[in-house]
């Protein structure tokens, strides 16, 4: 069943000099968790922060730390993110040929699951893996840069997988990611999800602007 909405900040817009800050702003003006990218410049074209920044972010923020891990392979690196503190992680189901045992891994290490599907990637290819899944990130945008737009197809894809999750009677939690803003979060919220990560959307006009800027989102 849908859940109320939680909004995820990704951080990935934030100011990078001042990470620690802003993880306290989007905390205090609301974020119900935080969103972390890392990239790797190899499974998507740019390169971003690894679990040492993760680490340092954790004190700044009880919410939970929902990391969206573009990388490949993903296997080597979970108990890193694990132990840095992550709550959530999410892999994509394109950046290997294992990943039902991927998800075992991320479990053995003690967080939630999330497997996360590109624009081109049809939601078919997750059918077997619901039953190991704490949540299904669809990705609006093609990953790897904030301040995309929404690409519309995908609200038929997510409003498959809620068909999906809601006809299995499974608690699974419905993430969108990309391109995601006042004017999109409505339409994304019909099509079925329950959680909306907006970086530029969050992070525009500074710290005096968040707590308005996720209120309008929440709509
Ligand atoms: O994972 C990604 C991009 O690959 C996202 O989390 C973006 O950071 C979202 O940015 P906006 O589209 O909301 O600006
Ligand atoms: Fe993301």
Known sequence: ?????????????????????????????????????????????????????VKALRPHSDKVFDVHLMIA?????????????????TVHAEAGAHTHRTLQRVKQAGCKTGVSLNPA????????????????????????FGGQSFIDGQL???????KRIDTLGLDI??????????????QVIAAGADVLVAGSATFKGGPS????NIRRLKG
């Open 1 to 53: 069943m849908q859940k109320p909405v939680r909004i995820a900040p990704s951080i990935l817009s934030a100011d990078f000099a001042k990470l620690g800050e802003e993880v306290r702003a989007v905390d205090e003006a609301g974020a119900d968790w935080i969103h972390v990218d890392v990239m790797d410049g190899h499974f998507v074209p740019n390169i971003t922060i690894g679990p040492d920044v």
């Open 73 to 89: 392979p993903v296997d080597p690196y979970i108990d890193a993110f694990a132990g840095a503190g992550a709550d959530i992680i």
């Open 121 to 144: 990637t049809s939601e078919s290819i997750i059918d077997y893996l619901y039953e190991d899944l704490d949540l299904i990130l669809v990705m609006s945008v093609n990953p790897g």
């Open 156 to 162: 038929r894809k997510i409003a498959a997988i809620r």
């Open 173 to 186: 939690d419905l993430e969108v990611d990309g391109g995601v803003n006042a004017e999109t979060a409505p």
């Open 209 to 212: 602007a968040y707590a308005e």
